[in-house]
């Protein structure tokens, strides 16, 4: 193999797979290079909540990025089923983040006082008025904060999409091919070296998940990603249950097409083990049918886990290398890599055309008193 490229993606997830589609949809010739199959991990196993509000407690440059790439997914979605027919199940009824108590819910009341402030919607309904609308929710539930603007889509679908777009617009996709690592000269990426061979290109952009410590050293010895494992399940009811996801702390109960709920997740970090736990299920279940007692009846259908790319620093390496002409990061999307898909790809595609500068990057690692240093 020694093929030549305008740009050399590492890593065929959504992150990689979205920079892929906005770059290929500029004209740009790209190759994307999977260890394994397309969407196959992190992408794979995400519930795919489009929580900007739910997700936020604080205000963080990232929260502007969230909504920014939120605001995408309608566009997108039309665009990608005409392009690939594939339907990434884009819904945009809202969210509701629960409160089990009087201090929980004067909690959402704060975060929901400043996300106004910032323009975005919410509105707080008691527990009674939460029951109105989705009546199997238990009597436990005090308050909800409703975001009608959040939403969900089908993760890996969504993920395929974004690669199949890329290849309908000229992209290579190499999918059992490891990066080896990266080649340069004299300071300048030339290239990267795979399992098959040599790909040839002058800008290389890592977007290796949890496994992109490796590569990441090129930056800084201090940068890398770390996996965070999550289980989730899924159950099948045919008696409708709940319209629109709930969440809380972390938690959540997803309602999908065809009757299905996922249900998830565990949070363990630092382990690559992608096993499902008698007690994980047990814990989730649990606090399932705390929120929706009718799951109790709802019918068993699976489990599975993924590894979300937690980075060292808590923020997602975003941006271009300060001394190392060609060589680009993105990557540590941690647990909203879903959400962030799109605005991720267009902001590496504008960052690469140096329509956009260092800047995410620049603030976030400032925020995290980070420092370029080789
Ligand atoms: C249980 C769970 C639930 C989640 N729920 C949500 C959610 O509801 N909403 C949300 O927004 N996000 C969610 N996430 C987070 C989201 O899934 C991730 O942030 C996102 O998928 C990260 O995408 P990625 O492309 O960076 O990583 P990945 O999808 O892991 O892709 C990285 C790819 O790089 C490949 N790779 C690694 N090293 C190499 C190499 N050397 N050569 C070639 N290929 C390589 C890997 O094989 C992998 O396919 C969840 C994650 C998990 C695990």
């Not at 630092?270 to 929120?291: C, D």
């Not at 595609?349 to 956009?356: M, N, P, T």
């Amino acid at each position: 193999m020694s093929k030549i490229y305008d740009i050399a993606i590492i890593g065929g997830g959504i992150i990689g797979s979205s920079i892929a589609h906005f770059l290929s949809e500029r004209g740009y010739k790209v190759a994307v290079i999977e260890k394994g199959r397309i969407a196959s991990e992190a992408s794979k196993a995400a519930a795919g909540l489009l929580g900007v509000q739910a997700e936020w407690d604080e205000y963080d440059p990232l929260f502007d990025m969230a909504r920014k790439s939120r605001r995408m997914f309608k566009g997108l979605s039309e665009k990608l089923r005409e392009k690939t027919g594939i339907d990434i199940g884009y819904e945009e009824k809202g969210i509701y983040r629960i409160a089990k108590s009087d201090e929980a819910a004067e909690k959402l009341l704060q975060i929901m006082k400043w996300q106004q402030q910032t323009g975005e919607e919410s509105h707080f309904l008691s527990g009674a008025a939460l029951r109105e609308k989705e009546p199997n929710v238990s009597q436990s539930i005090v308050g909800a904060a409703y975001y009608p603007t959040d939403g969900h889509v089908i993760a890996p679908e969504l993920a395929r999409a974004f690669a199949h777009s890329a290849a309908i617009s000229g992209a290579e996709i190499y999918e059992q091919t490891e990066v080896l690592d990266i080649q340069m000269e004299h300071n300048r990426v030339t290239g990267v070296v795979t399992s098959e061979g040599m790909i040839s290109s002058d800008k290389v952009i890592i977007a290796s998940g949890a496994w992109s410590t490796k590569l990441l050293r090129h930056f800084d010895k201090s940068w890398g990603t770390y996996p965070v494992k999550g289980e989730l399940l899924s159950v099948k009811s045919y008696k409708p249950l709940l319209t629109i996801p709930v969440f809380e702390d972390g938690f959540y109960i997803v309602p999908k097409r065809g009757g299905r709920y996922v249900i998830g997740a565990t949070v363990k970090p630092h382990t690559y083990n992608k096993a499902v736990y008698a007690e994980s299920i047990q814990y989730l279940m649990e606090r399932a049918i705390g929120i929706l007692p009718g799951l109790k009846e709802a019918e068993w259908e699976t489990a599975w886990a993924g590894l979300r790319p937690q980075s060292q620093h808590s923020v997602p390496y975003m941006g271009k290398h300060p001394d190392i002409q060609g060589l680009y990061s993105c990557t540590g999307h941690y647990r909203n890599g879903i959400l962030l898909s799109p605005i991720s790809g267009e902001y590496m595609a504008d960052l690469l055309e140096e329509k956009q500068t260092n800047s995410l990057l620049d603030s976030l690692t400032r925020r995290e008193g980070l420092a370029f240093k080789n």
